[in-house]
């Protein structure tokens, strides 16, 4: 069965966390003698457990002598099938047990001999010293093999100085040196630690103890095959490491790749610019566009190209948007380009109100049914409801405005400005708090206005201010005097409706793209199972 | 001023005393003063409707005489009074009057504690309280009492305080399903800050309180027991502002101290519905009040075999218990026994884990029971998440809405939940296959196993298919923009 993940390798190494998987699965391997050849000419397990058998039985005194299970009662306690070379043996046959000891807070100073917390094996950089002189057993010296067991725990090999190691770790002291890989050890308890995390349900390791370690069934090969074993795992990890690497490498290549042609497109010069940047990007369309965030990038140029009149034909039949704005009484000048356009700027196209916050001394303000939009609400492009409601006697009792259906609301003060621009229309009547400004257009340009604002989204972050304490506000100035360009009426709609089709094809292919992620990952999955279970 | 802003003021007031450390105090501090104040109101009430009304207090220890005059003592004189006169003599009630009222005010005071130091800023608390609560205007004791579980919310929030307090949708939903009828004695036997028992007075007043005698059989029918005593304070002031005139069925006990065989059938109720505290320990010497079999010094263990002991025939129960219970072996296997064949274990609803936030996330669930047939099977209900929402918190807390399907899923005991049918979230096991478990009831949801498969082959099939289809769909929006873009300028 490792045929079929051999067969699918580039499958499983593609997929969500498939190189983590990958590891699993040499580990796994490793463990159960699927890794390396045997070697009929390695020295029989049974001569090496008779000698380290031996080695323990002098060093008996060190310990407490215990009755422990013969490796041959554990016959019952066989997790899975070893190669007939091998022999399941107790962890306790192989190495001591020796527990840390338990510092008083008193004792851990500034300097002296470091002392080895479960912390420091895994987050902490902070370290404390002794400077009591111990037992040899109580230090750990380079190469040692250490096991941590509290709420984060796992096998390690000591690479660091000569230090004491605390309670919470323990140090597995082979009875005989030369007759055990420490190295081939600490994989298998590596193995055994993702099994027990991976079985979760609530069993942590405070129901690991001493004697349930010493009782863990281990699969020893004979030494030269651990250290074959050892080999073989390092250069496999090795291999996944650079293909990590690659991934992480070709990814940011990808999204780079991706941004650099949609720029190319959004920022052509003239039409035969244009027309040899689409070329380009519809040529390579199916190796660029396969990730969920390539498709977000691609939304976002269509809205550009959307507003900069690229995406449908301009009609000499419209009528030119100068006319509609006099009408409505909306100051404008005439495109330089685009035939029929207008230009404006944002604050002349309609009226401009901000919000406020009602007393909240006032619990009567608080309960009513008309929705007061604030920043948290904002991340919908079409407003109809909110998570705080306020009533009619706070429209009236503040000053608070009410704000008609088809106004756009912006946020112009938070965090959120530091990277976005939260805009949307209204689907009926709101107030908003101070955070936030709204603009009361023409109805009929309403859907387009809001459409140029999302498409004007890196445009105004730029216009963004810091202040000394990282507050992110849009002054008024800035976002009134903002430059706005508008096609005929006709070509408004026209242009909402092809963005609408644009968008709805993305957001299915972006769906799909999700689905295809998880199924990947099942798959993935499903071969490394496989792979081991055979 | 509003309640909540005079809470405000009064918290500001008591941050600048050195004797009240943290949350926990301040609100313990509160609430006995809060109780006097809400105890006096009541009075005058009963005196308006009964002239011949004599107060269990001794006049210079009523509220109005000593805390309602905003010139009244202040500085040493006032803290002098409060921890020499005031509470010696509170706490010794009994001396000067036996009845109900005079017991409940005893007990408040028996765990109340004054922490503030300075008589000034305790003058200055007390004139908060009495220009901010008016407790006999109906509005304002409606306001007071949601202001009252915003406070015992808080309390949850402070630090390991939480244990007192189960969200109310848990309540609401626990004790509507319960169903307790207008004459049927309710009992929360670790009531806390009495949440469970607020839920059945509201559901009793809402469904079957018709008649002012309706209303006396309601104030009879309710039953607590409080080990601790902040929160045994809590849940008497609790009772009264939920209209319990004098709330002496809540006892300030241990329930397990006492010997279970000593519960008497004319203990037994018709009802409960609790939280047990979970991962405590009982003192040593508590569990020989238990019957070898079920001997552990497991709070929430004990309680179980103590409930299910205190339920008449017939009754029944519900009772938050976590995932530990569900699956621990040993004694727990026992009493999971005892429970599945004495009672008809007929619901467990698991919740996701973060109910308790942010003082715990640990999972829990829901177990219905019923005593005196035995269960043949038990169905189980996945509480899920409402869409989009990963977890609960303080911004976006669990709400009693979401258990809408399960109440629509429910069906109804006397007929055996006939209509209940499995799907993606309820699932159904027979007690044949929990005893082959040895009695573990962390039964997973089968459902969500049955929809992935495990056959590469099969998956290699979809994969490929689903890739053909994305295909596809990138050629549509290729052409869709060339359409577009590709016009002749």
Known sequence: MTALVTKHLPLVAGAPDGIKKLRTLILELAVRGKLVPHDPSDEPIAVLLARTAAAKAALQPRGRAKAKKSPNELAGSHPYVIPSSWKWCCLADLVEVLNGRAYKKEELLEQGTPVLRVGNLFTSNHWYYSNLTLDEDRYCVPGDLLYAWSASFGPFIWTGERSIYHYHIWKLAPHSDADLSRRYLHDYLQAQTAAIKASGHGVSMTHMTKEKMEQLPVPLPPLAEQHRIVAKVDELMALCDRLEADQADAEAAHTQLVQALLDSLTQATDAADFRASWQRLSEHFHTLFTTEASIDALKQAVLQLAVMGTLVPQLAADLPAQDFLKCNKVAADEHPNLVGWATAQLGALGSVLGGATPSKANASYWIGDIPWVSPKDMKRPVIDDAEDHVSHAALEGSSLKAIPPRSILMVVRGMILAHSFPVAVTARMVTINQDMKALVPPPEIADYLLMFLQASKPAMVALVDRSSHGTCKLISEKLWSFKVSLPPLAEQHRIVAKVDELMALCDRLKAHLAEARQQHAQLATVLVEQAIAA | ?489
């Not at chain 2, 001396?95 to 009222?101: E, F, L, Q, V």
């Not at chain 2, 004695?185 to 839920?199: E, H, I, R």
């Not at chain 2, 044949?432 to 040895?438: H, L």
Request: charged content about 25%; glycine content about 6%; proline content about 5%.
């Open chain 2, 1 to 489: 001023m509003s309640i909540s802003s005079s809470i405000k003021s009064i918290q500001d007031i008591m941050r600048k005393d050195v004797g009240v450390d943290g949350d926990a105090q301040r609100i313990g501090q509160l609430v006995w003063m809060l109780f006097l104040k809400i105890f006096d109101d009541r009075e005058m009430e009963w005196e308006l409707l009964d002239d011949n009304y004599t107060s269990p207090l001794p006049e210079q220890y009523r509220w109005r005489n000593w805390a309602a005059n905003p010139e009244g003592m202040t500085g040493d004189e006032l803290k002098s009074f409060i921890d020499n006169e005031l509470f010696p003599g509170l706490q010794s009630l009994e001396k000067h009057s036996t009845t109900p009222a005079a017991y409940v005010v005893r007990g408040v005071f028996e765990d109340a504690y004054n922490y503030m130091k300075s008589g000034q800023l305790i003058r200055q608390v007390i004139n908060k309280i009495q220009e901010g609560v008016d407790f006999n205007k109906a509005q304002e004791r409606h306001a007071f009492g949601d202001m009252y579980e915003q406070l015992l919310r808080d309390l949850q929030n402070a630090g390991n305080a939480g244990e007192f307090y189960t969200p109310r949708p848990v309540t609401e939903f626990m004790v509507r399903m319960v169903d307790p009828k207008l004459d049927e004695k309710v009992m929360d036997p670790a009531c806390g800050t009495g949440g469970f028992l607020t839920c059945t007075i509201e559901h009793k007043r809402e469904r079957y309180v018709q008649t002012p005698d309706d209303e006396r059989t309601l104030q009879a029918s309710i039953f607590g027991v409080e080990k601790k005593p902040l929160p045994h304070l809590l849940a008497t002031t609790n009772m009264i502002l939920h209209g319990i005139e004098v709330p002496n069925q809540i006892k300030h006990d241990n329930t397990l101290s006492r010997p279970l065989i000593s519960w008497g059938p004319k203990d037994r109720v018709d009802c409960i519905v609790a939280n047990p505290p979970f991962g405590g320990m009982e003192e040593d010497g508590i569990e020989t009040n238990f019957p070898a079999a079920f001997r552990t010094r497991e709070t929430a263990d004990l309680f179980l075999v103590l409930i299910m002991h205190l339920l008449k025939d017939g009754g029944r129960a519900a009772v938050v218990l976590p995932d530990g219970f569900l699956f621990g072996e040993g004694i727990k296997s026992r009493i999971k026994e005892k429970l599945l064949t004495e009672c008809d274990l007929h619901t467990v609803v698991r919740l996701p884990n973060g109910v308790f936030n942010p003082y715990t996330g640990i999972k829990t669930n829901l177990l219905f029971f019923t005593k005196g047939r035995s269960t043949r099977e038990v169905w189980f209900y996945e509480h899920q998440y409402p869409a989009g929402v990963k977890t609960y918190s303080k911004t976006r807390p669990m709400r009693v809405e979401e258990f809408k399907v399960e109440e629509a899923w429910w069906g109804c005991e006397a007929d055996g939940f006939a209509s209940r049918e499995a799907n993606e979230f309820a699932w159904k096991v027979s007690l044949d296959e929990i005893k082959a478990r040895n009695w573990n009831l962390d039964c997973k949801n089968p459902h969500v196993g049955e929809q992935v498969s495990h056959d590469p082959a099969e998956l290699l099939a979809a994969y490929a298919k689903k890739q053909d289809s994305i295909a596809q769909l990138r050629e549509q929006l290729k052409a869709a923009l060339a359409e577009a873009l590709e016009r002749d300028a």
